[in-house]
């Protein structure tokens, strides 16, 4: 089955550590995106890539990394420089056109204490 | 930042009850979309609306869209149990250099009591 595959489902780490975040796709689409999701929020994309070896911030891209070398693959560094790191974490891809909707994983749960 | 605002918030009612969800947005856009989140899990698409219709149905599932008021409405008629989850609409506009983002509102609630 095609599909998004996000591991893990559950992260937990200590202050001052990276981490990273898994995203893998098997649906051929050149378009990946990672978004941020706080409780009672929307969706806040955090960096996007329309192809491979290249990617573009998005609106809250501080204090995060991301690399795409890739077509299937787009794994999210959440860095100690970033502030509120605990949310909810979704990774998504599309074809890239205009017109075609996003396709999401289940989301990867970090806490960090 | 966000683009799309949802209302209401959350919403309540019966199974078999029609459940009707608005979307406000600021800039023109090129499409609509709606997506569907159960608890704890990624977003489902929905449906799209592109800015020259005015209305799309799928199934269950009306959505309008009124491009001079800049709003859209999610109809689901005759609702069950299983329809229980948030739902968000995302507007898509052109970011420049050939490239369209989608802008997220913060969702309704749903919730339809057996």
């Known amino acids: 089955d095609g599909g998004i595959t996000q591991s893990p489902k559950y992260l937990f780490r200590k202050e001052g550590q990276n981490v990273t975040l898994s995203c893998e796709q098997n649906?051929?689409?050149?378009?990946m995106y990672w978004y941020r999701q706080d409780p009672g929020q929307g969706l806040r994309l955090i960096y996007y890539?329309?192809?491979?070896?290249?990617?573009q911030k998005g609106d809250i891209a501080e204090g995060y990394s991301v690399s795409r070398e890739k077509k299937e693959s787009f794994p999210l560094t959440v860095t100690s420089a970033q502030k509120n790191p605990t949310a909810f974490y979704l990774c998504?891809?599309?074809?890239?056109?205009?017109?075609?909707?996003?396709?999401f994983g289940n989301g990867t749960r970090l806490t960090v204490t | 930042s966000q683009q799309g605002e949802e209302d209401p918030q959350a919403l309540s009612i019966q199974e078999g009850e029609n459940a009707t969800m608005n979307c406000s947005y600021k800039?023109?856009?090129?499409?609509l979309q709606w997506y569907r989140q159960n608890s704890g899990r990624g977003l489902v698409h929905l449906i799209l609306?592109?800015?020259?219709?005015r209305e799309k149905h799928s199934g269950r599932l009306r959505v309008t869209l009124d491009t001079s008021k800049k709003s859209s409405s999610l109809l689901i008629t005759a609702s069950r149990a299983a329809d229980t989850a948030s739902y968000f609409c995302?507007?898509?506009?052109?970011?420049?250099?050939?490239?369209?983002?989608?802008?997220f509102g913060k969702g309704t609630k749903l919730s339809v009591i057996p």
């Open positions: 998504a891809s599309g074809q890239g056109a205009k017109d075609s909707p996003l396709h």
């Open positions: 649906l051929n689409h050149d378009a």
């Open positions: 890539s329309q192809i491979v070896n290249d990617f």
């Open positions: 800039t023109s856009i090129n499409n």
């Open positions: 609306i592109r800015s020259n219709e």
């Open positions: 995302a507007t898509a506009a052109y970011s420049g250099a050939g490239s369209y983002q989608l802008t």
